[in-house]
């Protein structure tokens, strides 16, 4: 599909489902993730409106996918309604204008309501601009997964349930099909079979809350992005995800590099109502760890054909989750 083709295209979808006449204005391609293209835009829809598209990057072929369903992973319409219910419960997600079907001849995606500000954790962590937000920050993650962990099941019914021994044992397929057995990994996946909870509450999941998933401005996160990874289990996991080493981007406090996990508990405890216990969320936080080295294996062994060099070249870094995983266990942060 050319340049011109694909935007001639974008502008007949966006008149047909949000408002004509749909002309484009300023398309530009912008980085985004390992599953998805992302793009941003502005469309004449009455008036002039900032958009943002994005759409499903990976390849559809005639060969059954070996490790399909193994993990949570929503396709893009699942992905578009799971926002919708976000927003629904008050959460600050992407509000969803449209979502693509095969007549618009662009492939799966939807097209999002475009909000302005921060994504470089970097910059977030270290620049003068967001010593107000970092402030705020840990305290607005607590009161924010509290309320996508309200979302009702009823509403998200394409949600898989997974239960932890199912996410670890997820991992393990995962490793055993990339053929790579490192002693290291191998011992991480019997600790985390040997230790995960046991019936834990079940809620909407977000999966992958972190940094680098919020757009953040002077008054801290505006809007929580990339929800393709939501499943229905333990809520106590996206606490923990956020407190990943590897999602801390060098900073130096647990909570995302800017925040205590005292904080964040607290904060979740009130608006949620829910006692946190810090062991659990310790639990997922290790796993956590095994789970991104696994994760930098995919990436790494992918190839350049379907990932670009720069994200093949993660997979060099799988020692490093590793290293954060056992210094963890052995009660060093």
């Known amino acids: 599909m050319t340049a011109d083709n694909f935007a001639d295209k974008l502008q007949l979808a966006v008149a047909r489902h949000i408002g004509p006449p749909g002309a484009i204005h300023d398309l530009q391609r912008l980085t985004g993730g390992a599953n998805k293209t992302t793009w941003s835009f502005d469309a004449d829809v009455a008036d002039r409106q900032r958009f943002i598209l994005q759409m499903s990057s990976i390849a559809i072929t005639d060969e059954p996918d070996p490790l399909a369903g193994v993990s949570p992973h929503l396709t893009a319409e699942e992905d578009a309604a799971f926002m919708q219910a976000a927003v629904k419960v008050g959460v600050p997600a992407p509000r969803v204008r449209a979502i693509l079907d095969p007549s618009d001849g662009l492939g799966a995606g939807y097209v999002t309501e475009r909000v302005d500000g921060e994504t470089l954790a970097g910059r977030i962590l270290r620049d003068d601009r967001y010593a107000n937000a970092r402030k705020l920050m840990t305290k607005q993650c607590g009161e924010i997964l509290a309320t996508i962990h309200t979302i009702p099941l009823a509403d998200a019914p394409f949600l898989k349930r997974f239960d932890p021994g199912q996410l670890v044992a997820a991992q393990r397929k995962i490793l055993a099909y990339r053929g790579l057995h490192l002693p290291a990994l191998e011992w991480g996946l019997r600790w985390a079979a040997e230790n995960a909870p046991k019936n834990p509450r079940v809620t909407a999941v977000h999966g992958d809350f972190r940094l680098g998933n919020f757009i953040v401005g002077e008054e801290g996160i505006r809007l929580l992005l990339d929800w ?14 956020v407190c990943v080493k590897t999602w801390r981007f ?4 647990p909570v995302g590099g800017f925040g205590a996990r005292e904080e964040l508990f607290a904060a979740y405890e009130h608006a949620s109502g829910h006692r946190v216990d810090p062991a659990q969320v310790r639990f997922w936080e290790a796993f956590g760890s095994v789970k991104w080295a696994v994760g930098c294996l995919g990436l790494g062994t992918r190839g350049v054909e379907e990932m670009n060099v720069e994200r093949c070249a993660i997979g060099r870094r799988i020692e490093e989750p590793l290293w954060d995983f056992y210094n963890l266990i052995e009660g060093r942060d």
């Not at 289990?233 to 923990?240: K, R, S, V």
């Not at 060098?250 to 406090?253: E, N, S, T, V």
């Open 228 to 241: 393709e990874i939501g499943q229905a289990g333990d809520p106590m996991q996206d606490l923990a995800w």
């Open 250 to 253: 060098g900073g130096p406090k």
